[in-house]
């Protein structure tokens, strides 16, 4: 295959994901919508480590989760940043 290193690595990864056992964690979205959430099984010790710091269920941590807003960079004007005077 001739493309970037970084493709490769992206690709291959796809590849190892996709061969790993999923976990379905099923949670409740802020607005009431039931969700289910496929993690690895990196994602799903990372997950547990969360929740088990809480002292809450997967689905509780996700739960809260969606209710944290997401961060948004600065948009930059296009004539640049103004200089207070």
């Not at 970084?6 to 964690?25: G, M, N, T, Y």
């Not at 929740?51 to 600065?74: C, F, I, M, N």
Request: no cysteine; aromatic share 2%; charged share 25%.
């Amino acid at each position: 295959m001739d493309i970037p290193p970084d493709e490769q690595a992206f690709l291959r990864d796809l590849v190892k994901a996709s061969r790993q056992k999923p976990h379905v964690v099923t949670w409740v979205d802020r607005d009431g919508t039931a969700r289910q959430t496929a993690l690895s099984q990196a994602d799903v010790v990372r997950l547990n480590k969360i929740a088990g710091t809480l002292r809450v269920s997967k689905a509780e941590v996700l739960r809260q989760a969606a209710h944290v807003p997401v961060e948004r960079p600065d948009r930059a004007s296009p004539a640049g940043p103004t200089v207070p005077s």
